[in-house]
């Protein structure tokens, strides 16, 4: 019983980080990360302040950051329901913990709690550094990983258990894991260096295979902090070097993930189709990133069926390990 309570509270905790996930890159793609220019408040309040009269002190507070309100909400509806997940993976932390030695795993709720502090402190970074890439960029991974954990939670409490995958796949499983988790990071960097658009074109990048561009300062982690980074700091061509290399990295992606799921269809695994069904549609949509010109609808989806993509590797990987049922 004890363990399909925590089941049941783990698919309620994926659904609720997938949806934080979607929020953050929403608020990303609308530029309202410094929507609120104060961490956990907004501009000193706890919620957007809206009379004339707390526009006015909000002002006299920040006179550097106007108040856009608009903006501000959607900083503010990331920040709420961040938190309401915080609180749920403690509540699932409790759980476990009260039912220990009943079958229930302890460890991994545990260090879903630690990580969701840990994402706390960078969402605070996010803002009080500026949208820094680096801390930007692990905010984004530590909110996939999250979400990752929750999935494998309910795997390891059950949740497909029929689903099968051969355990001589486990090498290229990793691999393809591997690879996509690079690109995941890859993606954050294009997004937190605003570099989705600096290619206009596709598959060429200014109607070159091999466009000018300065790798060095592209991927150069050292990056002072101080600087206002809202809408990107880095010169052309270093944005243009990593949009090229992240586009390299969704042909190793497709090279990796596609062998995987060409090798899962010979052996009539039901997670065969799902697999190459996501990596087509993750792989469409960022080629429509470019073609039409970073559509906000489409770039969040090509964020969402990224999320999806890690959770259906993460499951493929999970089930060539340790095979069917619960563990």
């Known amino acids: 019983m004890a363990k399909n309570t925590l089941l049941t509270l783990a698919k309620i905790g994926v659904g609720m980080a997938l949806l934080v996930v979607i929020l953050g890159a929403y608020t990303r793609l609308v530029d309202a990360g410094l929507g609120c220019p104060d961490w956990p408040g907004c501009y000193g309040f706890l919620t957007v302040p809206e009379s004339v009269e707390d526009v006015a002190l909000a002002s006299s507070r920040f006179p550097d950051a106007p108040v856009e309100q608009d903006k501000a909400w959607w900083e503010m509806i990331h920040r709420y329901f961040a938190t309401a997940l915080g609180a749920f993976v403690l509540g699932m932390a409790v759980v476990a913990y009260r039912n ?43 909110g996939f990983a999250t979400l990752s954990l929750l999935w494998l939670l309910c795997l390891r409490l059950g949740l497909g258990a029929r689903w099968q995958a051969p355990r001589e796949l486990r090498g290229l499983a990793a691999v393809g ?14 997004t937190s260096n605003y570099a989705a658009l600096a290619c206009p074109d596709f598959p060429t990048c ?3 295979w091999l466009p000018d561009m300065n790798l060095s300062q592209a991927f150069d982690v050292t990056q002072s902090v101080g600087p206002n980074y809202l809408g990107g700091l880095l010169e052309s061509d270093a944005r243009v070097g990593i949009q090229v290399v992240h586009r390299l990295g969704a042909v190793v992606v497709l090279l990796a993930i596609g062998l995987l799921g060409f090798r899962l269809l010979q052996a009539a695994s039901p997670l065969a189709w799902p697999l190459l069904g996501l990596l087509t549609v993750q792989l469409l949509l960022g080629v429509l990133n470019v073609v039409l010109v970073l559509p906000l609808a489409n770039a969040t989806a090509h964020n969402a069926f990224g999320a999806l993509l890690l959770l259906a590797m993460v499951t493929v990987n999970y089930r060539a390990r340790v095979g069917s049922g619960p563990h």
């Open 100 to 142: 220990r030695g009943q079958g229930t795993p302890t460890k991994l709720p545990f260090a879903l709690l630690i990580l969701v502090i840990l994402q706390g402190a960078f969402g605070a970074w996010t803002v009080t550094l500026k949208l820094w890439p680096q801390v930007v960029t692990a905010h984004l991974l530590g």
């Open 177 to 190: 894991l591997g690879v996509l988790i690079l690109q995941i990071a890859l993606g954050g960097w294009v």
């Open 206 to 208: 200014h109607g070159e």
